[in-house]
């Protein structure tokens, strides 16, 4: 009789004892006797030690990764004293060992090159356990995300670290789009219409963390009561977060009577099938001021776009500072660009100058906000406002309550130039911010009002560029982007000219053959 001699497979004696244990476990009297659903709830915990066992023995088949060849960091300084040393690392199956050489000299950071083979973050937590981690405070809170990698892995993450891994996973957010490029090929097939939308939206934020003037105009509000917060007042001070979209379109022609029957609470379908946003990049920002997210807008815009040649569209709600920084970058690029102000923020104004007329409620309010709308869609949003002007003049509205007819007349003379419905129609453009505002709601009022939050700057920003890569459907290939960035840095970094030593395996004994 043979037997197996081969160094290489001793590792892997535990976790074949656990396997076996496992079966026997799973034919006893204890298991059989179990619902299936307590069944799966024991073979997951059991499953997972099993799983860290086997994920130990392998790290122990690899060797100390001695390195084939000398050994020199980016200080210039030659390596030479070896001894093997150990490191903690948390997986999702629970914490093993990783025991490596390490390459030092007197005064010097010891050097480890199968931490840079196996791409170890410094820390004690696995890319795979931080990939876990960005998910899952991507969609919930920190509280929900450390009990649900309790629940679903076997890695013990505190709330603490939490924040700190999330911070970590974002880092390479601004890099990935920079470097990024949407494939020429992949492109040929998108619309021509090429829409830049922008909004914002306030988060709650520590007052250290609030831009200097609004923490300075907080420090000097004073509430008039002390046990409730009177009309007009807030708890808390917003920080303003720029909010981005970018996407293509295909032209979709209309007439302004289809928008308003697509405004009506009941109607019927279009003939024509609605095309939908293409390529669609959404993102949100505290840290950078609007102008530079915007910037960022018209950089995405031209990757896919170099030549000018689609449709270019911009969509806002009246923001006059986003209109002003849109025609500056626009002018600056020499871009013809459509600026458009959302349709439904017109028809707004209107219903609210329309209750200065009409009861509320009335067949007669309708009436009235419905034909004064098509004469806007029409492209006589001027005549409009002179329209109703006149009319609370003709008859001698009291200043207060002609005070809604006067804004909105305001309003559409103020916006004149971006009311230009019947030319948009025409030309198929979208005319609606939609889009923007979806991106609004789920990148942040989603996840970042949680009663009671009060966001850091570093923390919200994180979170936010996590959730705009979730949305944007680029999280798994900002991740694989990430980790090389993250070998680029923990470990290229440090050897002479970013090269980093082969590692060498430990020497394998000749399997025996069994012979009978």
């Keep these: 009789m043979g037997a197996l ?5 001793q590792p892997f004696t535990e976790p074949r004892q656990k396997f076996e244990s496992l079966i026997t476990y799973l ?14 709830r024991e073979l997951q915990t059991k499953g997972m030690d099993l799983l860290r066992s086997l994920y130990q023995a392998h790290l122990d088949t690899r060797g100390p990764g001695e390195a084939n060849g000398p050994v020199s960091g980016a200080d210039g300084i030659d390596r030479t004293r070896v001894r093997v040393q150990g490191r903690g690392l948390e997986t999702v199956f629970g914490t093993v060992t990783v025991n490596r050489a390490g390459y030092g000299a007197d005064g010097s950071k010891s050097l480890h090159p199968l931490d840079a083979e196996l791409n170890l973050p410094p820390e004690l937590y696995s890319h795979e356990v931080r990939r876990r981690v960005a998910e899952e405070a991507a969609k919930t809170s920190f509280d929900e995300a450390v009990e649900s990698l309790a629940r679903n892995t076997a890695a013990d993450v505190p709330k603490r670290q939490l924040e700190q891994l999330v911070t970590r996973a974002a880092q390479d957010f601004d890099t990935f789009y920079q470097t990024r490029r949407v494939v020429t090929e992949a492109d040929v097939g998108t619309g021509s219409v090429l829409v830049i939308t922008v909004d914002a939206k306030g988060v709650v934020m520590r007052t250290e963390d609030l831009r200097e003037s609004t923490r300075k105009a907080a420090a000097k509000r004073r509430h008039r009561l002390a046990t409730r917060l009177s009309k007009g007042e807030k708890r808390n001070a917003k920080r303003m977060a720029t909010v981005a979209a970018v996407y293509t379109l295909n032209p979709f022609v209309r007439k ?6 697509r405004l009506a609470p009941v109607h019927s379908a279009d003939k024509e099938k609605r095309p939908l946003p293409e390529w669609k990049r959404v993102w949100a920002s505290l840290e950078k001021t609007p102008e530079q997210v915007i910037a960022e807008a018209f950089e995405e815009a031209e990757h896919r776009d170099p030549l000018h040649q689609k449709t270019w569209v911009a969509l806002v709600d009246g923001n006059k500072t986003q209109i002003r920084i849109l025609r500056k970058l626009a002018r600056k690029r020499r871009i013809k660009l459509h600026l458009i102000v959302d349709v439904i923020h017109v028809s707004q104004y209107l219903w609210s100058a329309g209750l200065a007329f009409n009861p509320e409620g009335s ?6 906000v419905s034909h004064r709308f098509l004469e806007v869609l029409r492209g006589h949003a001027s005549n409009v406002a002179a329209g109703i002007g006149r009319s609370a003049t003709l ?9 809604p007819v006067d804004h909105c007349a305001h309003y ?9 419905y019947d030319h948009y129609l025409t030309k198929g453009l979208p005319i609606a911010t939609g889009v923007i505002e979806g991106a609004c709601r789920h990148l942040i009022k989603d996840r970042m009002d949680v009663t009671g939050a009060r966001w850091s700057l570093s923390g919200a ?3 936010l560029r996590l959730r705009a890569l979730r949305s944007s459907h680029d999280f798994d290939e900002y991740w694989g982007f990430h980790e090389v960035c993250e070998h680029e840095r923990n470990h290229q970094a440090l050897y002479a000219d970013g090269k980093v030593p082969a590692t060498t395996r430990p020497q394998q004994r000749p399997r025996l053959r069994l012979i009978k």
Excluded: F, N, Q
């Design 256 to 261: 302004p009577e289809d928008i308003l029957r």
């Design 363 to 368: 067949p007669e309010l309708e009436t009235w």
């Design 461 to 463: 920003e994180a979170v």
């Design 5 to 9: 001699a081969c160094s290489a497979v």
């Design 395 to 403: 008859r001698r509205l009291s200043p207060s309550d002609r005070k």
């Design 412 to 420: 559409l003379l103020t916006y004149a130039p971006y009311l230009r």
């Design 27 to 40: 034919g006893s009297e204890e298991a059989c006797s179990m619902t299936h659903s307590d069944l799966e």
